[in-house]
Every structure is written in structure tokens, then in C-alpha cells.
T-cell receptor
Framework: AQSVTQLGSHVSVSEGALVLLRCNYS??????LFWYVQYPNQGLQLLLK??????LVKGINGFEAEFKKSETSFHLTKPSAHMSDAAEYFC????????????FGRGTSLIVHP | EAGVTQSPTHLIKTRGQQATLRCSPI?????VYWYQQALGLGLQFLLW???????NRGNFPPRFSGRQFPNYSSELNVNALELEDSALYLC?????????????FGNGTRLTVT
């Protein structure tokens, strides 16, 4: 079985501040992990993915995430928030135990204040 | 490269009617996934098709069904519509079903049941 928990349904930051979106997963086998972003009235777009090649993964738009096996976490960060980063962010896990069907977290809405 | 396309963009139906949603995957992708995104519930897995066969389905009643055509496009049918079926239905395609291959999403079909 696999599951994903995203802590905080809403995160609010000021423009230029650090962005930290939390994701914890549960899996009995090595996971593949993903972060997606969803802008209003659009589908999800891949930000980055963890594939076991490196624990620190860099994605698009200046985002990165670090895989920590001991903490079963895959938190998403960005050093300096832009107004254009305001969107819904989803963490997803995919494993052989879940038949390779991605399971998504409930999402975190990022609000950026000027 | 054309992305995943879904039609129609919006669909309004009355309770008890049937709805048909369509999806064309990225060229070369054989796996198609359907997810339901209802307000506040994140993405719920509906169906997975690969090489023309239904490979797995989520915890939804049988009135949710679909198929995949020889050209790998897919159709989602929802019979006997209920008010709670109102949601954004997202289709995604993947190059490979397993491993770290990410999903590529369309912009969704917004289904409203009145």
C-alpha cells in the first residue's frame, strides 16, 4: 500500500520569501516521488521527480525537493517566491506495491502576498 | 509535440443522464489514466488503460466505465449521473506504465450535474 500526506492545505508567504511545502509518504517498497503544480482551470504539470539517482532533485521554475528516506519525506522548496508561483501543488507517490498507479496528496494551495 | 487533449471542456448534465468524456494521449503514449478531482478531495484514481485493456480501477461504482481505442485514445462514461459526480475529470497519459515515468495531464473536463 502507498499513501501521501501533504501537511497544510494552505501555505501563505510573502514575495521573495522561502517556500516550503511538506510531503510525507508511506510505502513498503522504494518509491518514485513526484511534485506537480496546477494553475487555475488547468491540468497538472510536472515540477520534478525523484528516481533514486540523487536525493536532491531540481525542477522547473527554481523549485527543488530533497528525498529523506529516514523521514519518509519529499518536501518541496524554493528560495524566493514569485507572485506567479501562486497555485495548487500536489505530491504523488508511485510504487510496485501500488501497481504503479500514482497516488496523490490532497494538495497545498500556495498563496503569495506582494 | 501535442499534449494530452480532453473534450469537451465543460459539460452540463441533469441527474440520471449519461456523460461521455474523451481523451487523446500524447503520441506514443499507450497508458491512459482517469482521475476525478472533486472540491477539497484531491485527485481520486478512477481507471487505468494500457494497450487497449483496463488494467485497474479505483474505488468507484460500476456506473463509471470506459474504454481505450486502438489509437490509444480513451473515453470515460458515467451513467445515471448523481449530483456528487460534479467534478473536474482529468485524463493523463504515460510513456511507460511502470517505473519513474510521470503522468502528463490534459486540462480536464468540468462536469456539472444539476
Amino acid at each position: 500500500a502507498q499513501s501521501v500526506t501533504q501537511l497544510g492545505s494552505h501555505v501563505s508567504v510573502s514575495e521573495g520569501a522561502l517556500v516550503l511545502l511538506r510531503c510525507n509518504y508511506s510505502s513498503s517498497v522504494p518509491p518514485y516521488l513526484f511534485w506537480y503544480v496546477q494553475y487555475p482551470n488547468q491540468g497538472l504539470q510536472l515540477l520534478l521527480k525523484y528516481t533514486s539517482a540523487a536525493t536532491l532533485v531540481k525542477g522547473i521554475n527554481g523549485f527543488e525537493a530533497e528525498f529523506k528516506k529516514s523521514e519518509t519525506s519529499f518536501h518541496l522548496t524554493k528560495p524566493s517566491a514569485h507572485m506567479s508561483d501562486a497555485a495548487e501543488y500536489f505530491c504523488a507517490v508511485k510504487t510496485s506495491g501500488g501497481s504503479y498507479i500514482p497516488t496523490f496528496g490532497r494538495g497545498t494551495s500556495l498563496i503569495v502576498h506582494p | 509535440e501535442a499534449g494530452v487533449t480532453q473534450s469537451p471542456t465543460h459539460l452540463i448534465k441533469t441527474r440520471g443522464q449519461q456523460a461521455t468524456l474523451r481523451c487523446s494521449p500524447i503520441s506514443g503514449h499507450t497508458s491512459v489514466y482517469w482521475y476525478q478531482q472533486a472540491l477539497g478531495l484531491g485527485l481520486q484514481f478512477l481507471l487505468w488503460y494500457d494497450e487497449g485493456e483496463e488494467r485497474n480501477r479505483g474505488n468507484f461504482p460500476p456506473r463509471f466505465s470506459g474504454r481505450q481505442f486502438p489509437n490509444y485514445s480513451s473515453e470515460l462514461n458515467v451513467n445515471a449521473l448523481e449530483l456528487e459526480d460534479s467534478a473536474l475529470y482529468l485524463c493523463a497519459s504515460s510513456l511507460l506504465a511502470g517505473g519513474n515515468s510521470p503522468l502528463h495531464f490534459g486540462n480536464g473536463t468540468r462536469l456539472t450535474v444539476t
